[in-house]
C-alpha cells in the first residue's frame, strides 16, 4: 500500500525491521526529481547566454529579466510547497509536482524554435520554471519526515545536494543537447562564439537550441511513473493526518501554488520597466520583496476549511525567533550558491568575453574579446562543487555541530567574495580581462565550496534546533526565503553591471556575510546561549 499508518523512526527496532528501506526507497526517487526540478527552474542562465550566441533579438538586460523572473517565482512558490505534505501527503506531492515541470520545459522547446517568439511568451515561461524552484521545500520537507534525527544531516545533505546538482546537470547537459538534431527541427546558427563542456563552438555552427527544453521530458516522464509507484504517503499524526485522495490533493496544490504565482506577478510588476511588461514604477527591490512574501503567507490563510486550521497550526513556526535567524543564516549559504548559480555564466560572459576599452575618453564594454574564456566550459563548475560538497557539510555537522561549520564557512565566503570584488574590478577595466580569469575563477570556486558546505551544516542546525512537527515546516520556510538569492543575486549583478561597477555586488554580499557571523556567534556559539553549536 502505497498509504503508510504507523510510523515511528525513532525507535531503532522499527527503523532497522520497516522503516529504513521504506525511507530509502523513498530519498532515491526523490532525487532525481529534485533535481529535474531545479534544472528547470535555472535553465534560463545558461539559455540566455545561447540566445545572445544566436542573434535572438533581445537587450542584455531583458535576457536578465528572464533569470530573475524564474528566480523570483521560484523562491514565492516555496511558501505555499513548506506546508504541502501535512495537508496532501508526500506521494501525492512529489508526483504531482514532478508532473507540472513538463509544462515549461515543453513550452520552451517550442518557444525556442522561432528567434521571432515575442519576449513575454518567454518571460511567461520563465514564471512557470519557478515550478523546479517551489519543488525543494516540499521534497526537504517530505524526506525530514522519513528519516530518524541522527540521520537527518545525511538524508537531507543527499537529498539537497543531489537535488542542487541539478544546476551542474543542466549547465553540463543542455550545452551538449543543443549541439545535434536530437528532437527535430531546423537549427539555428551561431553568430557569436559558443561552447560545451568539451570546449569552444565557432560561430557559423549549428544549433539547436530547442533541445534546452525538450531534453528534461525523457526524465520527467518516466520519473513521474516511477514516483506514483514507489513512493508513499504517511498518515501518522505528525505528517499527513488527513490524508485526502489524490484528485483533491492535486487541486489543493494548484490552488496554493496559484496564489503564489499571483503574488509573484504583481511583485514583478511593482519592480519591472515598462519596457519589459513592468508598470514602470521601479519600486525596489528591498521593498517589494517582503511584500511579496507577507501577501503570500497572508493570501494562503484565507483558504478556508481544513486547510485554514492546518495552516493555523504550522505558522506557529513564526513565533519562534529561530525561525527567522536560520532564515537569514540559510540565506548566506543557499541563496549564495543558488544566486551565484544563476549569474556566474553570464558574469563570465559580460566581464571576460568583452574587452574593456577606453573611446575618446569614454570605458566601452561591447568589442567582443576573442581571446576571452567561453562562459559555457566554466559556468558548471561553481554549482558542481557547491552540490557535491553538500553531504560532506551535513556529514561534518553531524560529528562536530553545525554552528561551528557554518560559522568557518562564512568567514571564507566573507574573504573569497571581497577577492572575486578586487578582480572584477581588474577585469572590467581591462583590455585584456582574461589576464586575471584564473585568480577570479579560483576564489569564485573558494565561495561555491564554502556555500556548498554552509548549506549542509545549517540543515543540521535546524534539525536539532527545532521539534520533529516544526522541523519540516521550517526548513520549507528557510529554504523559501532563501530561495530570493536566486532572483536577488543576478538582478544586483545585472545593475552593477549597468553602472560600470560590477565588484560593488560582491563587496554588498560580503558585508551581509560579516553580519551573519555575528547572528550565528551570538544565537549558536556563545557559551551562554540557549543552544551552544547545534
Given at each position: 500500500m502505497?498509504?503508510?499508518?504507523k510510523?515511528?523512526?525513532?525507535n531503532?527496532d522499527f527503523?532497522?525491521s520497516?522503516?529504513k528501506?521504506?525511507?530509502n526507497?523513498?530519498?532515491?526517487?526523490?532525487i532525481?526529481?529534485?533535481?529535474?526540478?531545479?534544472a528547470?527552474?535555472?535553465?534560463w542562465?545558461i539559455?540566455?547566454?545561447?540566445?545572445l550566441?544566436?542573434?535572438?533579438p533581445f537587450?542584455?538586460?531583458?535576457?536578465?529579466?528572464?533569470?530573475?523572473i524564474?528566480g523570483?517565482t521560484?523562491a514565492?512558490?516555496?511558501i505555499?510547497?513548506?506546508f504541502?505534505i501535512r495537508?496532501t501527503?508526500?506521494?501525492n506531492?512529489i508526483v504531482?509536482t514532478t508532473?507540472l515541470?513538463?509544462?515549461p520545459?515543453l513550452g520552451a522547446?517550442?518557444?525556442?524554435e522561432?528567434?521571432?517568439?515575442?519576449l513575454?511568451?518567454f518571460q511567461?515561461?520563465?514564471?512557470?520554471?519557478g515550478?523546479g524552484?517551489?519543488n525543494?521545500?516540499?521534497?526537504?520537507?517530505n524526506i525530514s519526515f522519513?528519516?530518524p534525527k541522527?540521520?537527518q544531516?545525511l538524508?537531507?545533505?543527499l537529498n539537497?545536494g543531489?537535488g542542487?546538482?541539478g544546476?551542474?546537470?543542466?549547465q553540463?547537459l543542455?550545452?551538449?543537447?543543443?549541439?545535434?538534431?536530437?528532437?527535430?527541427g531546423?537549427?539555428m546558427?551561431?553568430?557569436?562564439?559558443?561552447?560545451?563542456?568539451i570546449?569552444k563552438?565557432p560561430?557559423?555552427?549549428?544549433?539547436?537550441?530547442?533541445?534546452a527544453?525538450?531534453?528534461?521530458l525523457?526524465f520527467l516522464?518516466p520519473l513521474t511513473?516511477?514516483?506514483w509507484?514507489?513512493m508513499n504517503?504517511?498518515?501518522a499524526s505528525?505528517?499527513t493526518p488527513?490524508l485526502p485522495?489524490?484528485v483533491?490533493s492535486?487541486?489543493?496544490?494548484s490552488g496554493?501554488?496559484?496564489i503564489g504565482f499571483i503574488?509573484s506577478?504583481f511583485?514583478?510588476?511593482l519592480m519591472l520597466?515598462?519596457?519589459v511588461g513592468?508598470?514602470?514604477?521601479?519600486?525596489s527591490k528591498w521593498i517589494v520583496?517582503?511584500?511579496v512574501i507577507?501577501l503570500?503567507?497572508?493570501?494562503?490563510?484565507?483558504i478556508p476549511?481544513?486547510v485554514?486550521e492546518?495552516?493555523?497550526?504550522?505558522?506557529?513556526?513564526?513565533?519562534?525567533k529561530?525561525?527567522?535567524?536560520?532564515?537569514?543564516?540559510?540565506t548566506?549559504?543557499?541563496g549564495?550558491?543558488?544566486?551565484?548559480?544563476?549569474g556566474f555564466?553570464l558574469?563570465i560572459?559580460?566581464i571576460?568575453?568583452?574587452?574593456?576599452?577606453?573611446v575618446?575618453g569614454?570605458?566601452?564594454h561591447d568589442?567582443?574579446?576573442?581571446?576571452g574564456?567561453s562562459a559555457?566550459?566554466?559556468?558548471w563548475?561553481g554549482p558542481?562543487?557547491?552540490?557535491l560538497?553538500?553531504p560532506?557539510?551535513g556529514?561534518?555537522?553531524?560529528?562536530v555541530?553545525?554552528a561551528?561549520?557554518?560559522?568557518?564557512?562564512?568567514i571564507v565566503m566573507t574573504?573569497?567574495a571581497?577577492g572575486?570584488?578586487?578582480?572584477m574590478?581588474?577585469?572590467y577595466?581591462?583590455a585584456?580581462?582574461?589576464?586575471?580569469f584564473?585568480?577570479?575563477?579560483?576564489l569564485?570556486?573558494?565561495?561555491?565550496?564554502a556555500?556548498g558546505?554552509?548549506?549542509?551544516?545549517?540543515f543540521?542546525?535546524i534539525?536539532?534546533?527545532f521539534n520533529?512537527e516544526?522541523?519540516?515546516?521550517v526548513?520549507?520556510w528557510?529554504?523559501?526565503v532563501a530561495?530570493?538569492?536566486?532572483?536577488i543575486?543576478?538582478?544586483?549583478?545585472?545593475?552593477?553591471?549597468?553602472l560600470t561597477t560590477?565588484e560593488?555586488?560582491?563587496?554588498?554580499?560580503?558585508?551581509?556575510?560579516?553580519?551573519?557571523i555575528l547572528?550565528?556567534?551570538?544565537?549558536?556559539?556563545r557559551?551562554n546561549?540557549q543552544?551552544?553549536?547545534?
Open positions: 502505497s498509504d503508510i499508518q510510523w515511528d523512526v525513532e531503532p527503523w532497522e520497516e522503516g528501506k521504506i525511507a526507497r523513498n530519498l532515491w526517487i526523490s532525481p526529481s529534485l533535481l529535474c526540478g531545479f528547470v527552474w535555472v535553465y542562465g539559455i540566455t547566454i545561447q540566445m550566441n544566436l542573434g535572438f537587450a542584455k538586460s531583458e535576457l536578465f529579466t528572464l533569470m530573475a524564474a523570483l521560484g514565492t512558490l516555496r505555499p510547497s513548506s504541502f495537508l501527503g508526500g506521494r506531492t504531482f508532473a515541470l513538463m509544462i520545459a522547446g517550442i518557444a525556442l522561432d528567434k521571432t517568439t515575442p513575454w511568451v511567461a515561461l520563465a514564471l512557470l520554471s515550478f524552484g517551489g525543494f521545500a516540499s521534497s526537504m520537507s522519513f528519516f541522527k540521520k544531516g538524508a537531507l545533505g539537497a543531489l542542487n546538482f544546476v551542474t546537470t543542466m553540463i543542455v550545452p551538449l543537447a543543443m549541439t545535434f538534431g536530437l528532437f527535430g531546423e537549427s546558427e551561431l553568430v557569436n562564439t559558443s561552447g560545451t563542456l570546449g563552438i560561430a557559423g555552427s549549428e544549433a539547436w537550441i530547442q533541445n527544453g525538450y531534453i528534461w525523457v516522464i511513473v516511477i514516483g509507484w514507489g504517503n504517511i498518515k505528525h505528517v488527513d485522495n489524490p483533491t492535486f487541486s489543493l496544490i496554493m501554488l496559484l503574488t506577478i511583485g514583478l510588476w520597466p515598462e519596457t513592468g508598470s514602470g514604477f521601479g519600486i520583496l517582503p511584500i507577507a503570500t503567507v497572508y493570501l494562503l490563510k484565507l476549511g481544513q485554514k492546518n495552516l493555523t497550526h504550522q505558522y506557529k513556526i513564526f513565533n519562534n529561530h525561525t527567522w535567524v536560520m532564515s537569514i543564516i540559510y548566506m549559504t543557499f549564495s550558491f543558488i544566486g551565484f548559480s544563476a555564466g558574469a560572459k559580460v571576460f568575453g568583452y574587452q574593456h576599452l577606453m575618446d569614454v570605458m566601452t568589442t567582443i574579446n576573442d581571446l574564456p559555457l566550459m566554466y559556468a563548475m558542481f562543487i557547491g552540490a560538497i553538500r560532506v557539510g556529514w561534518i555537522a553531524d560529528k555541530g553545525g561551528l561549520v557554518t560559522q568557518i564557512c562564512a574573504g573569497s571581497v572575486v570584488a578586487y578582480y574590478q581588474i577585469a577595466s581591462s585584456t580581462p582574461q589576464d586575471v584564473v585568480p577570479f575563477l579560483l569564485f570556486l573558494v565561495l561555491f565550496t556555500t558546505v554552509g548549506n549542509g551544516s545549517t543540521r542546525t534539525s536539532m534546533v520533529k516544526q522541523a519540516g515546516p526548513l520549507g528557510t529554504s523559501a530561495a530570493y538569492g536566486a532572483f543575486i543576478p538582478k544586483v549583478l545585472g545593475e552593477q553591471i549597468n560590477p560593488n555586488a560582491l563587496y554588498g554580499f560580503a558585508v551581509f556575510y560579516g553580519v551573519c547572528l550565528n556567534w551570538f544565537f549558536y556559539l557559551k546561549g543552544y551552544y553549536n547545534p
